[in-house]
């Protein structure tokens, strides 16, 4: 069964460092998003793309992240500085594109800012 | 904006027992709404996804159901097991960008 990769699975930076992670998604899946997740609550949409434009990055805080979808497959999203309150799992998802489908979640990248 | 509440937060049950996880939100114009798993450090499993269409949906031991007009869907799971320990989360999908707004999730243990 197609799965949504992600790596790492794990990175510990130091804040004010850069730090990227990377995702995947299920082959075919024109719809791509990031998803941030703090510790005991519900994920968050940071960015949203359809093929390789930006949807919806209006949660995304454009100072410090970016999140790039070239070729309309992999993502790549990138944290430059790191700061403390940025610890949190990093989830990646896509989905066909319409309302209709269901988002398919990666394992994601639990980042931990020291 | 789409706010999503569940109730409750955590449950601990026996083995065996059927149980009912809620969820409630404030917008009715969804599209549909999607209950998801989620284990200790890993990422999320779809377990059943209900169109605005549909009241329920059901695979295996696990059914929902969906009152759109009233903004409440609920997960009922039969016959619980070990294995169902984990968290819950269900989120809606509203808007034109097939956006998924998350509640917090329960935490549910079922205990031998």
């Not at chain 2, 999503?4 to 955590?10: D, Y």
Request: net charge negative; charged share 20%; with cysteine.
């Amino acid at each position: 069964e197609a799965e949504v990769a992600q790596s790492p699975r794990y990175k510990i930076t130091e804040k004010s460092q850069a730090v990227a992670f990377w995702c995947d998604p299920i082959s075919g899946h024109a719809t791509l998003y990031w998803y941030r997740q703090i510790l005991g609550q519900g994920p968050e949409l940071l960015v949203q793309f359809q093929d390789e434009s930006v949807v919806d990055d209006s949660q995304l805080p454009k100072d410090r992240f970016s999140a790039e979808r070239l070729k309309g497959v992999d993502s790549t999203l990138k944290i430059q500085p790191a700061e403390l309150g940025d610890s949190a799992m990093y989830l990646c998802a896509s989905s066909p594109s319409g309302q209709a489908y269901e988002q398919y979640f990666g394992p994601g990248t639990r980042l931990t800012v020291t | 904006k789409q706010e999503v509440t569940q109730i409750p937060a955590a449950l601990s049950v026996p083995e065996g027992e059927n149980l009912v996880l809620n969820c409630s939100f404030t917008d009715s114009a969804i599209y549909n709404l999607q209950w998801f798993r989620q284990d200790p450090g890993k990422g999320l499993t779809s377990l059943l996804l209900i169109q605005s269409s549909q009241r329920e949906q059901t695979s295996g031991r696990l059914n929902a159901s969906l009152d759109k007009s009233s903004g409440r869907s609920t997960l009922y799971i039969a016959a619980s097991q070990p294995g169902d320990s984990a968290t819950y989360l269900c989120a809606v999908r509203t808007g034109g960008g097939n956006k998924l707004t998350f509640g917090t999730g329960t935490q549910l243990k079922v205990e031998l």
